[in-house]
């Protein structure tokens, strides 16, 4: 089963603006991770956030956790053509083994030039 | 795509005939994974692995049949027993299991007819 959610399933943005897409779980986690697929081609990780931090920046790229909404935000900044991707949340559930990551559906981010 | 190859990046078979896809790492990782992806949707676990000789089913395993005879392989089975074996296939390794980022193959799209 699905475990995340994400919000919006496709984002359309002008280059330089910012994107915030959104992912809501249902159980409670250990981590939750972002990840970037470009079309066709295989996951590239972007970040990993434990429950028991709040936000973390890594480049333009900052995410947020809210462990009591079951809830994180992936925040894209001054975004560029080569942005252009899905993204996906995905989640290790608390209890379980550390192997179980679940995916959410993803957002289709596209940027243009 | 990391240090993780999967072959061959497109594959063709006839309804009822079994096909093994190939999973390549040398990141000296412990444990792999291979997911399903379908259209427009996220990841789902197949089946995965956390040390040699060991495996464990994940979401979908029905169908499907892997082996980890070695540390460095992770080969998958998609048998005739699998109702609809048309997708995308991602193969991931992790350092092991816990609080780690997985990275991903470049992924082989089976088309079955």
């Known amino acids: 089963s699905q475990q995340g959610e994400e919000d919006p399933q496709a984002l359309s943005i002008q280059e330089g603006e910012n994107a915030t897409m959104n992912c809501s779980y249902k159980?409670?986690?250990?981590?939750l991770q972002w990840y970037r697929q470009n079309s066709g081609r295989g996951l590239v990780h972007l970040i990993l956030?434990?429950?028991?931090?709040r936000e973390k920046h890594s480049g333009r790229l900052r995410v947020t956790l809210d462990t009591s909404k079951k809830s994180s935000s992936l925040l894209i900044t001054a975004s560029r053509a080569a942005d252009t991707a899905s993204y996906f949340c995905a989640t290790v559930p608390l209890g379980t083994s550390g192997s179980r990551l679940t995916f959410g559906e993803g957002t289709q981010l596209t940027v243009n030039p | 795509d990391g240090g993780i190859t999967q072959s061959p990046k497109y594959l063709f078979r006839k309804e009822g005939q079994n096909v093994t896809l190939s999973c390549e790492q040398n990141?000296?990782?412990?444990?792999m994974y291979w997911y399903r992806q379908d259209p427009g949707q996220g990841l789902r676990l197949i089946y995965y692995s956390q040390i040699v000789n060991d495996f464990q089913k994940g979401d979908i395993a029905e169908g499907y049949s892997v082996s980890r005879e070695k540390k460095e392989s992770f080969p998958l089975t998609v048998t005739s027993a699998q109702k609809n074996p048309t997708a995308f296939y991602l193969c991931?390794?992790?350092?092991?299991?816990?609080?780690?980022?997985?990275?991903f193959g470049p992924g082989t799209r089976l088309t079955v007819t």
């Open positions: 956030i434990r429950s028991n931090e």
């Open positions: 991931a390794s992790s350092p092991r299991t816990g609080n780690y980022e997985q990275y």
């Open positions: 990141l000296n990782h412990d444990a």
């Open positions: 159980t409670s986690i250990n981590n």
